[in-house]
């Protein structure tokens, strides 16, 4: 079915629905699809053209579940394109063996090919038709790998740029099961494979980028799949206990292995020579004069006494160049729709309509990465106020996080751009399918990316605050960031999906002082918490976690909750390493139970105050709280986020957000920093949550000009 013959089909859908809308207030779509009870798995079993899929289910197993309870979406490709499939992958002459392969056949590949494929080619939600097209989707499939949906001229959709959806046996190319929807392919979807330099090497237009990549070595430290062990054999993850107590012990899904991603942010030929850089040593040349005088602001490299190379020692981690090219990778390894967590518009959105959302009252999306120059940060920010859904790294506004009024970011006077940022291109506009490699993101920009002075003094000189989500990179490179609930109970065949559980030793980051520790992830859902998930557990747990770095300076500690009847009571610490002797207590135990009203924190109706509640705001703070930000709201099914105040800061005090503070320290960037979460009650079915901290510098805190704004 084209686009076109869709719209004018759904057309006549809505003026039917019309001339029904006296006693029948919400239109009837099930016709959309072709009626049938059959589960996708019966259809495929009675479908003659898709044999050679069929056994591919059979072989990973995944055909039962076609054939189970749940909502799900399956792309199978026609016999012809599976044994043209086969064909390519035996006959393909870079790589060895044959792609592991026996023989040319179906029979011939192997169980992990045929798993590889089947989890590949199937959604554990709904991808109705009418969301694939338009300006495309990118879908989480069970193989935990995204997938793009396009519009080809013909308005047909493509997947992968390439698999297009087609009918057959006079069917259309959407088909309703009573378990999912059903579509037919003319071509195996393909999944790119090759490592993320492997794809740089042959992708054109970016030869400079791709040497640069090469001589520093660092195409070897992006080469990672997957957490291995000391023989270099994927680790295999164990789980005794995947239970949810809040949900009557039903069972989570698990990871048993996790894979290993990175996002490149590269600069094309096109654009270096924008900046007078038509070479590898045209790059070199420029990078001394980027990094060459660096320790005067990058304080990591002063502190640790790191005398930065201008000479041809490119593996040198403190050589320009590999400084350069360095800063340009993330841990995280991200499409990029998912670079920061979009204003939802449309069930087609990041994420989609109806989802709880950040940006209420005017707030733009944003976050903070840490980049492969060690212990720094990028800012990725989506400025959607004044620039639309364009992407910018390490955009500068002057006296950003502050303002000079209640209820707003502040005049236009006080926030001149200092610096535009660096743009993110839409790889879709550009390198189409070749941005998504088998352990990363390859993502165009559109001028150089340096971090410079304007970075830590300028562009990190403000509120930070840190998604937990985003400094625990597993989270993303599992596909588990974006997860919805029924997205996640489909990778539990169809059970319990509010939470993802996690084995203690599944992140780098993190680490378990008790075994007794449990580890869970909410999921994008109806939660009070920023971002619409949050790292959490219970148990007797006792764990630290490590934060990400930031510019040297004096910085106060925030952490965020949410106060309710089955949270915990918990001493928090800090320390410089992840031993528990270099711990140092903060404050006194916290009592998450204790209500947002209660005379020991102080929560008041600020906007029944006269001042906008600045005194009450004041004295919050004299007793170690704030209230939570202005730019997000949790506990209500509102639609419009923007709604002034329906946010965190003002809700009743039933649903009230809190931001705890924990004191005032200097940090220094060459440190690491571990936040310590130990429970100091006795019932091991109370929660920690870790949703999102900030680090404040104390220059915003005690600026004397301008406050901080509420967002």
Not at 376 to 388: M, V
Not at 676 to 681: D, L, N, Q, T, Y
């Given at each position: 079915m084209t686009i076109l013959d869709m719209k004018r089909f759904l057309g006549g859908l809505a003026t039917v629905a019309l001339c029904l809308t006296a006693c029948n207030p919400e239109p009837d779509e099930s016709s959309r699809f072709t009626e049938t009870q059959e589960t996708i798995g019966s259809m495929i079993d009675s479908d003659s053209t898709l044999t050679a899929f069929n056994y591919i289910l059979k072989r990973s197993g995944m055909d039962r579940m076609m054939k189970s309870y749940g909502q799900y979406t399956c792309f199978a490709p026609s016999n012809e394109a599976v044994m043209a499939y086969i064909d390519s992958l035996y006959k393909d002459p870079t790589m060895e063996n044959h792609n592991g392969m026996e023989s040319n056949s179906l029979e011939g590949m192997s169980d992990s090919l045929c798993e590889d494929i089947a989890l590949y080619h199937l959604a554990s939600t709904l991808q109705p038709l009418s969301d694939l097209g338009g300006n495309g989707k990118t879908i989480t499939t069970m193989l935990r790998r995204a997938m793009n949906s396009s519009v080809d001229n013909d308005g047909l959709i493509l997947l992968n740029s390439q698999a297009r959806i087609i009918g057959s046996n006079d069917v259309s190319g959407e088909v309703e099961a009573s378990n999912g929807i059903l579509y037919r392919l003319d071509k195996v979807i393909p999944r790119n494979n090759s490592k993320l330099y492997d794809v740089f090497a042959e992708l054109e237009g970016f030869s400079i980028f791709a040497e640069a990549l090469r001589k520093t070595g660092l195409a070897d430290s992006i080469a990672t799949v997957q957490k291995t062990d000391e023989f270099g054999q994927a680790i295999k993850y164990e789980l005794s206990d995947a239970t949810d107590v809040t949900a009557s012990n039903a069972e989570c899904y698990w990871p048993k292995t996790c894979d290993v991603k990175f996002t490149v942010f590269a600069e094309s030929d096109a654009v270096l020579a924008k900046a007078g850089i038509n070479s590898f040593e045209d790059l070199v040349e420029k990078c001394k004069q980027y990094y060459g005088n660096a320790t005067q602001w990058y304080d990591y490299a002063a502190e640790t006494g790191q005398q930065i190379s201008t000479g041809t020692d490119y593996e040198n981690r403190f050589n320009v160049v590999n400084m350069f090219?360095?800063?340009?990778?993330?841990?995280?390894?991200?499409?990029?729709?998912?670079?920061?967590?979009?204003?939802?518009?449309?069930?087609?959105?990041?994420?989609?309509?109806?989802?709880?959302?950040?940006?209420?009252?005017?707030?733009?999306?944003?976050?903070?990465?840490?980049?492969?120059?060690?212990?720094?940060?990028?800012?990725?920010?989506?400025?959607?106020?004044?620039?639309?859904?364009?992407?910018?790294?390490?955009?500068?506004?002057?006296?950003?996080?502050?303002?000079?009024?209640?209820?707003?970011?502040?005049?236009?006077?006080?926030?001149?751009?200092?610096?535009?940022?660096?743009?993110?291109?839409?790889?879709?506009?550009?390198?189409?399918?070749?941005?998504?490699?088998?352990?990363?993101?390859?993502?165009?920009?559109?001028?150089?990316?340096?971090?410079?002075?304007?970075?830590?003094?300028?562009?990190?000189?403000?509120?930070?605050?840190?998604?937990?989500?985003?400094?625990?990179?597993?989270?993303?490179?599992?596909?588990?960031?974006?997860?919805?609930?029924?997205?996640?109970?489909?990778?539990?065949?169809?059970?319990?999906?509010?939470?993802?559980?996690?084995?203690?030793?599944?992140?780098?980051?993190?680490?378990?002082?008790?075994?007794?520790?449990?580890?869970?992830?909410?999921?994008?859902?109806?939660?009070?918490?920023?971002?619409?998930?949050?790292?959490?557990?219970?148990?007797?747990?006792?764990?630290?976690?490590?934060?990400?770095?930031?510019?040297?300076?004096d910085y106060e500690l925030r952490l965020f909750y949410t106060p309710m009847d089955h949270a915990g009571m918990m001493q928090f610490y800090m320390g410089n390493s992840s031993a528990k002797n270099s711990m140092r207590a903060l404050g006194i135990p916290l009592d998450a139970r204790i209500q947002a009203d209660d005379p020991l924190i102080g929560w008041t109706k600020f906007y029944e105050e006269d001042d906008d509640g600045i005194a009450s705001d004041q004295a919050m703070r004299n007793r170690g709280y704030m209230r939570g930000?202005?730019?997000?709201?949790?506990?209500?099914?509102?639609?419009?986020?923007?709604?002034?105040?329906?946010?965190?800061?003002?809700?009743?005090?039933?649903?009230?957000?809190?931001?705890?503070?924990?004191?005032?320290?200097?940090?220094?960037?060459?440190?690491?920093?571990?936040?310590?979460?130990?429970?100091?009650?006795?019932?091991?079915?109370?929660?920690?949550?870790?949703?999102?901290?900030?680090?404040?510098?104390?220059?915003?805190?005690?600026?004397?000009?301008?406050?901080e704004d509420w967002y």
């Open positions: 090219v360095a800063y340009h990778i993330l841990y995280c390894g991200m499409p990029y729709n998912q670079l920061v967590f979009m204003k939802p518009g449309s069930s087609n959105s990041n994420p989609p309509a109806g989802l709880l959302w950040n940006y209420t009252n005017g707030g733009e999306p944003y976050d903070y990465y840490e980049t492969m120059l060690p212990h720094t940060l990028l800012k990725i920010w989506n400025p959607r106020n004044t620039r639309g859904s364009r992407i910018y790294i390490n955009r500068y506004i002057q006296n950003n996080t502050l303002t000079d009024q209640t209820r707003s970011m502040g005049s236009s006077t006080m926030h001149p751009v200092i610096f535009e940022g660096v743009e993110v291109e839409n790889p879709d506009e550009s390198i189409k399918d070749k941005s998504s490699t088998r352990n990363g993101y390859i993502i165009p920009i559109k001028s150089i990316l340096v971090y410079d002075q304007q970075v830590p003094q300028g562009v990190l000189k403000e509120r930070l605050r840190f998604d937990s989500s985003t400094f625990l990179p597993e989270l993303v490179n599992n596909g588990f960031r974006y997860l919805s609930v029924n997205e996640a109970s489909g990778l539990n065949g169809g059970g319990h999906g509010a939470r993802i559980a996690f084995p203690l030793n599944f992140f780098d980051n993190v680490v378990c002082y008790s075994s007794e520790t449990v580890l869970r992830y909410n999921v994008k859902g109806w939660y009070r918490a920023y971002q619409a998930d949050a790292f959490q557990g219970w148990g007797n747990y006792d764990l630290a976690i490590r934060i990400p770095p930031v510019p040297t300076g930000p202005y730019s997000f709201f949790g506990g209500t099914n509102v639609t419009s986020g923007d709604a002034e105040g329906v946010n965190c800061r003002g809700e009743a005090p039933t649903l009230t957000t809190l931001r705890l503070l924990l004191g005032t320290e200097h940090y220094l960037q060459s440190e690491d920093h571990w936040f310590r979460i130990k429970s100091v009650i006795d019932d091991t079915n109370l929660k920690w949550q870790l949703d999102f901290i900030e680090l404040v510098p104390t220059s915003v805190i005690n600026n004397e000009q301008y406050s």
